[in-house]
């Protein structure tokens, strides 16, 4: 007989693709240990932008519930758009009893080399560790805490609509932003097809941007994506042939 946890995830995904969020699951691995600090302020306004390329937070959906990763997770930017579950792992006076959050990575915490690992050094080699958005932290820890050491796990991401391509840049120079990925979240491939063109492999600019260097104006544009899971989803004819640098477009995910 299959478990209660078992029953009420498969209830749970039932219903969250009724209502139209889409996930995609996978063995992400177990319960890693690491720490966790915060930043951003109250209102997490000072966590926009930053080493992922995503810009404004808000806007682009991600909220508040957000991390800069160290050096040993953020894999030069290809973990950005993961998500975690993080729980507190300290005593009763700093962790907030039973309380999880799932965070979306969206910057880079920098080492910094001139403090010790264990004395402000938070982020640095080999440490694995979450410099959250201050409301996440709050879900998990007290504001007085500061730091606490945190159990973290990968899981899938959820996400409302589909993947969302926002073009920039100019004729010879696309670079494209790509966001709200459900399933694994990080984007490690990338490639672009103009309705006069094959298919052309993107480059890496940074974070979650990947660049090409044809000119694909008065073209429609499609894309094929490839995330860390090894799931590779093409969406076709997703920018109509009329399409403007500035433009975000929505296609699906799958």
């Not at 390329?53 to 508040?64: D, K, P, V, W």
């Not at 920098?110 to 709050?138: K, R, S, T, V």
């Amino acid at each position: 007989m299959a478990s209660k946890s078992a029953y009420f995830d498969t209830i749970t995904l039932f219903f969250l693709n009724i209502i139209g969020f889409h996930i995609a699951m996978a063995d992400y691995g177990g319960w890693q240990n690491a720490h966790a600090t915060f930043y951003g302020g109250g209102d997490a306004s000072g966590t926009n932008g930053g080493a992922c390329g995503y810009g404004n937070l808000f806007s682009q959906g991600y909220g508040t519930n957000t991390a800069a990763l160290s050096t040993a997770l953020f894999n030069n930017g290809m973990t950005c758009g993961a998500c975690y579950e993080l729980r507190c792992n300290g005593n009763r006076g700093s962790c907030l009893a039973g309380g999880t959050v799932t965070v979306t990575a969206t910057n880079f915490c920098p080492p910094n080399y001139g403090l010790a690992n264990n004395n402000g050094g938070w982020c640095n080699p080999p440490l694995q560790h979450f410099d959250m958005a201050q409301p996440a932290f709050l879900q998990i820890a007290q504001y007085r805490a500061g730091i606490v050491p945190v159990a973290f796990r990968r899981v899938p991401c959820v996400k409302k609509g589909g993947m969302r391509f926002t073009i920039n840049g100019h004729a010879y120079f696309n670079l494209v932003l790509i966001t709200n990925v459900a399933g694994a979240g990080d984007v490690h491939a990338v490639s672009i097809k103009g309705s006069k063109t094959g298919w052309q492999s993107m480059s890496k600019n940074f974070g979650q941007n990947w660049q090409s260097n044809s000119n694909l104006n008065d073209q429609t544009l499609s894309f094929r994506v490839t995330t860390s899971d090894g799931r590779t989803v093409t969406i076709n004819n997703v920018a109509p042939s009329n399409w403007q640098f500035g433009q975000t477009f929505q296609g699906t995910q799958s």
